[in-house]
């Protein structure tokens, strides 16, 4: 059984930087594709990024990019989400999900695993 336990959000002036935690835990997840998604209040789900487990390549919706870092830790069978420059519009539930497969999708209905959520604020 596959488990997503995802740690760091809270609360953060705008500007602030937040890290934001995923420990997998019930599988080898070598073969994996890595996402964190959010949604706000009101809102659809909506993908933020991305990494392939085996050879680390990322991706990053255009709202988050260049602020925003994916990383993992192998060894920790954890990813990261190092979030900075955070504005009023990133507050939302952050989702850490596992895909199967390595194939890049940044939609929802490709992940088959999901962590339970974790709040990020941004306060103006």
């Known amino acids: 059984q596959v488990q997503l336990v995802e740690s760091g959000g809270g609360l953060v002036q705008a500007g602030g930087s937040l890290r934001l935690s995923c420990a997998a835990s019930?599988?080898?997840?070598?073969?994996?594709?890595m996402g964190w998604f959010r949604q706000a209040p009101g809102k659809e789900r909506e993908f933020v990024a991305s990494?392939?487990?085996?050879?680390?390549?990322?991706s990053y919706a255009s709202s988050v990019k260049g602020r925003f870092i994916i990383s993992r830790d192998n060894a920790k069978n954890t990813v990261y989400l190092q979030m900075n420059s955070l504005e009023p519009e990133d507050t939302a539930v952050y989702y850490c999900?596992?895909?199967?497969?390595?194939?890049?999708?940044?939609?929802?209905?490709?992940?088959?695993?999901w962590g339970q959520g974790t709040q990020v604020t941004v306060s103006s």
């Open positions: 990494i392939n487990w085996s050879n680390g390549s990322r």
């Open positions: 019930g599988r080898t997840f070598s073969n994996y594709r």
């Open positions: 999900a596992a895909s199967l497969t390595s194939r890049y999708s940044s939609a929802s209905r490709d992940y088959d695993y």
